[in-house]
């Protein structure tokens, strides 16, 4: 498998995982009747629950970015090792994003995300 695909199938897992804490971070604060409801009235979700969903929504979000080139690299042969440089520096600035959020730092959290868009571009950058 091209390492670029690995990152992918890595970032996918990191994706779930970010759910999952999403998911019990909720429950903690507002009870499982109330999230397995239909949503209506539902209160907002604070602290480093609130955090960890954020975080997962904006992880879904580049995830989508990240797997279009991922795939467009690998389907058109483009890869190499700047692409495989850009997978890398996405996946584990993902990592340290998803800590760095829930840990409720914003200035580092914005910095470790920049590093993931370099990746992203580095990335694309191979293919045009």
Known sequence: MKPELMFLLWSVALTF????VSTIGAQLQVGLPMLTGNH???P??????GRARRAHLNMLENLVLF??????????????????LG??????????????????IPWLRTGVWAISVVGLIMMFVQLV
């Open 17 to 20: 995982a970010q759910m999952l």
């Open 40 to 42: 209506e009235k539902f």
């Open 44 to 49: 907002e979700i604070t602290g480093w629950a």
């Open 67 to 84: 797997a279009a080139l991922a795939l467009i690299a690998v389907v058109t042969g483009k890869t190499n090792e700047m692409t495989m």
């Open 87 to 104: 997978a890398q520096l996405f996946f584990w600035a993902r990592v340290a994003y998803a800590l760095v959020y829930w840990a409720g």
